[in-house]
């Protein structure tokens, strides 16, 4: 048994057999979520009773890994922005390369990114790069907060050691550092930029971080699209000037609704104000990314623990044409080797906003997956190699009981001008469709105490 396996399943027996049994801390812990309004919808966003532990061996991994791979991923969207047929194979909308074409006027292509992996033991597999607007961090510092002092995970820090990781300053460095390249020289406002629902209960992570950022002497406000105004070089929400916007709404998100006229689109044009991350970001959000990073006749010049992160930590990804390609250096006509492969192959949409569904073959029969091909050369999509997903028992408190549910563990490094400085755990049940037994866990790295 690993020493995290050992320590998962100390952690549990404290709840099964110890004064923990007793699940007044647990509504304690719920009540402190509640208070913190970290809930969404009326339902808690961590519904779980344990953190996430990853040993240092593999967050080591995570930051050394996940750092080569978005400098790779990086390389990569400077050949795309010089090069139309490249840019062409990412399968962006017209308004999007548009967007694209931006100098946002400051260096990093994303100031604030996210990788989405499947971490086990020794192996680790990213499946996708959240360049766009990634979310999680603000919510994961601060249960990780309210988990630090949970009763049993005091009694369990009596034998282990749990390092924290949060990103909140991390975002606050990087934003301040892109507007500095910007050519920024006062002390910005800034504009947290998001769709607001028509009803809101509970609170946003837009608001965790517009809190911290106040706290740290800013001046910020949260602002929905269609309170922008541009007038006279500047962008405002009526009194208050913007210099710095952190976007945190998707671009094809924001094009469903609004055109290439809106006010913040004009401002960004005329360089009036700083937008983090840029509209270039799409460029590394699409899925057809990862298409482009496991092509090696464009990566065999880059530098070898680039290459050596991509081999063997990203799966094989193409975007979904009637095309030829290659899979394990030999020459296939891609839709016949979907067909035939569903077993080892996913069908996932190019870009999250959309409501295409994402297709497992190894869970489908044949006509079903034909049926979805057919789908997937309809509409933009990417087909990916499996990625095993990774499993792990979590107690949870339903209906006032204590109860255990194998869940699917995704891991979250955060990385901020390239450097992963963070984490966050999504656990689902690792089925489509909607469960209330899902949502965002604190991360803990795990040490034993000499």
Avoid at 77 to 103: C, F, G, N, T, Y
Avoid at 127 to 156: I, R
Avoid at 256 to 264: A, G, N, Q, S, V
């Amino acid at each position: 048994m690993s020493q995290l396996d050992e320590a998962v399943s100390r952690y549990n027996k404290l709840l099964e057999t110890g004064p923990y049994r007793d699940l007044a801390w647990a509504e304690a812990l719920h009540e402190r979520m509640e208070s913190s309004r970290l809930s969404a919808g009326g339902r808690l966003i961590c519904p779980f009773l344990r953190p996430n532990f990853v040993s240092r061996r593999q967050y080591d991994s995570l930051v050394k890994t996940g750092e080569a791979l978005i400098s790779a991923i990086d390389r990569i969207q400077q050949m795309v922005l010089a090069s139309p047929a490249l840019l062409a194979r990412l399968d962006l909308l017209p308004a999007e390369k548009m967007l694209a074409s931006i100098d946002p006027g400051y260096q990093a292509l994303e100031v604030a990114a996210r990788l989405d992996s499947h971490l086990v033991n020794g192996t680790l597999h990213f499946v996708q790069y959240n360049a766009d607007s990634p979310t999680g961090a603000g919510y994961a510092d601060a249960l990780a907060d309210l988990f630090y002092d949970a009763p049993p995970v005091k009694e369990f820090r009596k034998r282990y050691t749990l390092g924290r990781v949060g990103s909140r300053k991390h975002l606050l460095h990087a934003l301040l550092k892109s507007y500095k390249q910007f050519g920024g020289v006062k002390k910005p406002n800034i504009a947290i930029v998001e769709f607001r629902a028509s009803y809101h209960s509970g609170q946003s992570e837009y608001e965790l971080f517009r809190d911290f950022f106040r706290e740290e002497g800013y001046k910020v406000e949260i602002v929905s699209p269609e309170q922008l105004e541009y007038r006279n070089q500047v962008l405002r929400k009526g009194a208050f000037e913007i210099d710095v916007v952190y976007r945190r709404l998707g671009v094809q998100e924001f094009l469903i609704r609004f055109d290439l006229t809106h006010p913040l689109v004009q401002a960004y044009r005329d360089r009036a104000v700083c937008v983090v991350n840029s509209f270039r970001s799409e460029l590394a959000h699409k899925k057809a990314m990862f298409g482009l990073l496991t092509d090696e006749t464009l990566t065999a010049k880059f530098p070898a623990v680039e290459r050596k992160a991509i081999r063997e930590h990203v799966p094989w990804t193409r975007l979904v044409a009637a095309a030829k390609t290659t899979y394990q250096e030999k020459t296939i006509d891609l839709p016949e080797f979907i067909a035939q492969n569903r077993e080892r192959l996913a069908l996932k949409p190019n870009d999250d906003y959309t409501d295409q569904h994402t297709y497992f073959g190894w869970t489908m029969d044949a006509a079903g997956w034909d049926r979805a091909l057919k789908q997937a050369m309809r509409a933009p999509y990417v087909v990916q190699e499996r990625v095993e997903p990774v499993r792990s028992v979590f107690p949870l408190m339903s209906f006032g009981h204590l109860e255990f549910r194998e869940m699917q563990v995704d891991v979250h490094p955060h990385a901020y001008l390239g450097k992963v400085q963070g984490c966050s755990s999504w656990l689902s049940s690792g089925k489509s469709g909607f469960s209330t037994a899902a949502g965002i866990v604190p991360t803990f790295i795990l040490d034993s105490k000499s």
